[in-house]
């Protein structure tokens, strides 16, 4: 088998439905042949190892550890789900503190055993803040670290397939930027459906409502239906992230990143962007008046809520952060 690199990747909470199905994942794409799977529950984390041998990957070198030191020992990749999961009545906000001081930890590690690592992916909630508070206590720049924002965009995209009966692919525009929760701004002025602006589709206000409603409770549903969190959809999205970082194919849906413009301060959020193999970038969205009042809304929410975790300690006030990181 053919693969993209053969660096190091780590897949940190590894033992959990998301970090399995990310392992599968990576090892399907061919992406490296040097997967290391990283969990603090070990019993988890050796049936995983068990189950990928099983899978018999040819060529596929897969290790498995609970030391954080010899996992991201020359880690070059990483994508990391390892925080408490959504449970049914929860929002991704209610896991804020819990979180966030894992991803500090999570941000230590990395700045201690892996700083040359090139590209991190951080995808558990809420990621807009776990994100950040690993970004600032990695040392890593903004463009290496990227939180998943993908979901909410594919929720749009399949609700208004579903609605005119086309195939997924058919629609296109729909993206939600802002944060990765409750308020998200949901930007749809761009949207085609085969080719045909949404505009002329003949869809009603109170209808696109429902769609908007049902797109920022996607999370929610499928706790309701599965039992569990999402783990199938945020596993691929992520690998195709830390895909494009090391080289493959771009990943071009809204990723969340660090940003700090003349409108936008000091926070992680989804925005337009491209991930390849030099990092993300972004640009500022371009919407109706409507649209970006609510990226301005989620922003100062985005901007609540990395306050609440100052105020806990685990980052310091914003004009401390290059005591933690030279990059920000």
């Given at each position: 088998?053919?693969f ?5 990747l ?6 959990g439905m998301?970090?399995?199905?990310m ?13 290391c799977?990283y969990?603090i ?17 040819p ?7 609970v030391?954080p ?13 390892g ?16 979180n966030?001081?894992?991803?500090a930890?999570?941000?230590?590690n ?8 090139l590209h991190v ?7 807009d803040?776990?994100?950040l508070t ?13 939180s ?13 397939a579903?609605?005119?009966g ?13 944060g990765?929760g409750?308020?998200m ?11 045909k ?10 209808r ?14 499928i ?9 199938q959809?945020?596993?691929y ?12 194919e ?7 990143t ?11 959020m989804?925005?337009?962007?491209v ?8 640009r500022?969205p ?19 809520m990395r306050?609440?975790?100052i ?8 004009e401390e ?7 920000l």
């Amino acid at each position: 088998m053919a693969f993209l690199t053969n660096d190091k990747l780590v897949i940190v909470g590894a033992a959990g439905m998301i970090g399995s199905n990310m392992a599968q994942t990576a090892a399907m794409l061919g992406l490296t042949p040097n997967i290391c799977l990283y969990d603090i529950f070990e019993p988890g984390l050796k049936g995983v190892l068990a189950e990928m041998d099983h899978c018999a990957f040819p060529g596929v070198n897969i290790t498995a550890t609970v030391d954080p030191a010899v996992a991201f020992k020359d880690a070059k990749y990483i994508i990391s789900s390892g925080g408490a999961p959504r449970k049914e009545g929860m929002t991704r906000e209610d896991l804020l503190k819990g979180n966030c001081q894992i991803a500090a930890e999570f941000g230590d590690n990395i700045k201690k055993y892996c700083p040359d690592v090139l590209h991190v992916v951080v995808i558990f909630n809420p990621a807009d803040v776990t994100a950040l508070t690993a970004l600032i206590h990695s040392g890593l720049k903004p463009e290496q670290l990227t939180s998943l924002a993908a979901l909410d965009s594919t929720r749009l995209q399949e609700a208004l397939a579903q609605e005119f009966g086309v195939q997924q692919y058919k629609v296109t525009g729909a993206y939600t930027y802002g944060g990765h929760g409750e308020a998200m701004a949901v930007f749809a002025s761009q949207v085609k459906v085969d080719g045909k602006p949404l505009a002329e589709m003949g869809l009603s206000e109170e209808r696109f409502a429902e769609i908007k409603r049902n797109t920022i409770q996607g999370g929610s549903n499928i706790i309701k239906l599965r039992g569990r969190s999402s783990f199938q959809s945020p596993a691929y999205n992520a690998v195709k992230m830390i895909e494009a970082s090391m080289g493959g194919e771009k990943f071009t849906w809204p990723a969340g990143t660090y940003v700090n413009n003349e409108k936008y301060q000091n926070v992680m959020m989804a925005m337009p962007t491209v991930i390849d193999a030099t990092g993300v970038h972004y640009r500022n969205p371009e919407g109706t008046a409507e649209e970006v009042a609510a990226l301005d809304a989620s922003y100062e929410h985005l901007r609540k809520m990395r306050d609440e975790i100052i105020s806990l300690g685990i980052i310091p006030a914003v004009e401390e952060w290059k005591s933690l990181n030279a990059n920000l």
